[in-house]
């Protein structure tokens, strides 16, 4: 039977080698853009090429112009060997064939493993960008997912199928985070977008932040920080194709990506440079559908599919929330988490500003009940925050109202309570909240709801 599979998948591949290929010539370069002469009539934008230098590999570039007499091309890397005259020919390898044995694999985005080792094609090839199941078709959200956060679990609950951002600066504990996450959430597949990384940190979150048991069911895809904005945009891509993948085999996939922002990035440097005027803030106007198209392709699937969940990083320079990038996310996705500066820095892990983030899962993804409880900690915490600049300065005297004597009760219990991780389900996550609102209230009973 495996023999049977392995010959299989050897025919796949040879089925995909082109004898006949379309050659044109270098006839131009500036800067990092190449003007190829002679396939004007046969590529196509987003065609992938390959550029054969005379003293140097062969470099893959990806077309991003074309004219009636030549074609505008954009190289993977550096054009340094590029020559006039050289040749160039159409790559037919726009695709990617996932299947199990990607499972514990780090890969780039084209597909090729980065960890020294042999790596198996699928039957079926898919393409990096493809469109989402039909909207009429699609499911609802699906149940809640275990996170092991109390504060997910409960406040900011994720469920089968959700699109949730985190929103969040640098050195906040955004990738520390995910990688919990990816530990921690139920799912039969993650997959992982390391868009733009530093090149260390890939090791490093693999290693310390995955971990082998995180990694043995995941799929991590990277494109590091000095590589070519095509790669880094296509790092999203291919981590999409794969979440697929598994999502058309009816699995559950949880798909994290860090960080959109990096992508929007790399789409702002080849769109300018193809000619795009970048009007949006310093962004091209073919961001916001390009980032909709994207996040648009998780989520439920059809009848016979599984979902993809996913969780997506943003990053705001200066916490600026309106920032282009942040603002267009915020209105495509099912949800967004504030991690916040000011909390990372008192040491709580992670550093979740609940009132400043939401859940659109709510108030179907909880029980009445739940609903309640959630409400009441929302209720206290907003006080305890419109007051907080009164209370640490010493300026509120105990008696004076009812609310802010709860919320300063209640308070660091609370604030305990969302830096709790456990393997114990959600409705542990709740027993945990209720117990801070408990002790919170000093008489080990339960506190009526504030209005």
């Known amino acids: 039977m495996r023999q049977a599979l392995r010959l299989q998948m050897?025919?796949?591949?040879?089925?995909?080698?082109?004898?006949?290929?379309?050659?044109?010539?270098?006839?131009?370069?500036?800067?990092?853009?190449?003007?190829?002469?002679?396939?004007?009539?046969?590529?196509?934008?987003?065609?992938?090429?390959?550029?054969?230098?005379?003293?140097?590999?062969?470099?893959?570039?990806?077309?991003?112009?074309?004219?009636?007499?030549d074609v505008t091309i954009m190289p993977d890397g550096p054009c340094e060997g590029i020559a006039l005259g050289d040749r160039v020919t159409i790559d037919d390898k726009n695709k990617i064939a996932p299947n199990q044995s990607w499972l514990g694999r780090i890969v780039d985005p084209d597909g090729k493993p980065l960890d020294d080792k042999p790596l198996g094609h699928g039957l079926v090839s898919r393409k990096l960008k493809s469109k989402p199941p039909a909207a009429t078709s699609r499911r609802a959200l699906g149940p809640r997912i275990d996170t092991g956060h109390v504060v997910f679990d409960t406040m900011l609950?994720?469920?089968?199928?959700?699109?949730?951002?985190?929103?969040?600066?640098?050195?906040?504990?955004?990738?520390?985070l995910m990688g919990r996450l990816a530990k921690q959430m139920s799912a039969d597949v993650v997959v992982i977008a390391m868009i733009g990384e530093r090149g260390r940190e890939i090791r490093q979150f693999v290693d310390d932040v995955l971990g082998p048991e995180g990694l043995a069911r995941s799929v991590v895809v990277a494109a590091t920080s000095d590589q070519s904005p095509l790669l880094r945009r296509r790092c999203a891509w291919t981590a999409m194709a794969i979440a697929e993948h598994f999502r058309d085999e009816g699995m559950s996939v949880l798909l994290l990506a860090d960080s959109i922002t990096r992508f929007a990035e790399a789409h702002?440097?080849?769109?300018?440079?193809?000619?795009?005027?970048?009007?949006?803030?310093?962004?091209?106007?073919?961001?916001?559908?390009?980032?909709?198209?994207?996040?648009?392709?998780?989520?439920p699937g059809g009848p016979d599919q599984g979902d993809i969940t996913a969780v997506l990083s943003v990053l705001v320079a200066g916490s600026d929330m309106d920032e282009p990038i942040a603002d267009i996310l915020r209105g495509v996705l099912d949800g967004h988490v504030v991690l916040d500066r000011t909390i990372a820095e008192r040491g709580r892990f992670p550093a979740v500003d609940i009132l400043r983030s939401v859940s659109r899962s709510l108030p179907a993804a909880a029980s009445d009940t739940e609903n309640e409880t959630i409400a009441q900690v929302r209720k206290l915490v907003s006080v305890y925050a419109q007051n907080q600049?009164?209370?640490?300065?010493?300026?509120?005297?105990?008696?004076?109202?009812?609310?802010?004597?709860?919320?300063?009760?209640?308070?660091?219990?609370?604030?305990?309570?969302?830096t709790v991780v456990?393997?114990?389900?959600?409705?542990?996550?709740?027993?945990?909240?209720?117990?801070?609102?408990?002790?919170?209230?000093?008489?080990?009973?339960?506190?009526?709801?504030?209005?």
């Open 389 to 418: 600049m009164m209370i640490s300065a010493g300026l509120y005297t105990q008696g004076a109202d009812p609310e802010i004597d709860a919320a300063i009760q209640a308070w660091p219990h609370l604030d305990k309570a969302m």
């Open 157 to 176: 609950p994720i469920v089968r199928g959700q699109r949730i951002g985190l929103f969040a600066g640098s050195g906040v504990g955004k990738s520390s």
């Open 10 to 69: 050897l025919q796949a591949q040879l089925s995909d080698i082109r004898v006949l290929y379309p050659i044109g010539r270098i006839s131009a370069a500036r800067g990092n853009i190449l003007t190829v002469s002679g396939l004007n009539e046969v590529a196509k934008i987003g065609d992938r090429v390959l550029v054969v230098r005379q003293l140097e590999a062969p470099l893959s570039a990806e077309v991003v112009q074309l004219s009636q007499t």
């Open 268 to 299: 702002r440097e080849v769109a300018v440079a193809a000619g795009e005027a970048p009007v949006l803030r310093g962004f091209p106007a073919s961001t916001s559908h390009l980032i909709m198209s994207l996040c648009e392709r998780a989520g």
């Open 422 to 451: 456990h393997e114990q389900g959600c409705q542990h996550s709740f027993d945990q909240l209720r117990l801070a609102l408990r002790r919170g209230n000093g008489t080990g009973g339960a506190r009526k709801p504030v209005r």
